[in-house]
């Protein structure tokens, strides 16, 4: 022999410590996926804003050119009323819809 002795709770203590850093890992990731899909959830958000600044300025845009050179009756009312409808349309979709990005404890799809 080399004289190198493991008694047999210095094994329990080894396989003891490797479970708790195993455990620690495994708390970790969690939290981190947790962090990281509240994240996303709020890019999302900041995301959807964005959008609907940049729309809303281009829809209003159009319309003050088209209000501010008057030519035809029929181009200003598709050019006020078309855009209402689709910003009518967009509006009742986002009040309505709702997502809810839960998952199961330890669920896979």
Do not use: C
């Not at 080399?2 to 329990?12: C, K, R």
């Not at 900041?46 to 088209?66: C, D, E, H, T, Y």
């Not at 309505?96 to 199961?104: A, F, L, P, Q």
């Amino acid at each position: 022999m080399n004289g190198l002795t493991v008694t047999p709770t210095q094994i329990l203590a080894g396989a003891g410590v490797l479970f708790v850093l195993f455990w620690v890992w495994r708390a970790g990731a969690r939290r981190a996926k947790a962090a990281a899909e509240a994240a996303r959830s709020g890019a999302r958000l900041a995301s959807l804003v964005g959008r609907v600044l940049f729309n809303a300025g281009l829809i209003v845009a159009v319309q003050w050119v088209v209000i501010a050179h008057p030519g035809s009756p029929w181009l200003l009312v598709a050019v006020l009323g078309l855009p209402a409808l689709f910003a009518s349309y967009a509006l009742t979709r986002a009040m309505t819809v709702t997502t809810v990005d839960t998952r199961k404890r330890g669920g896979r799809r």
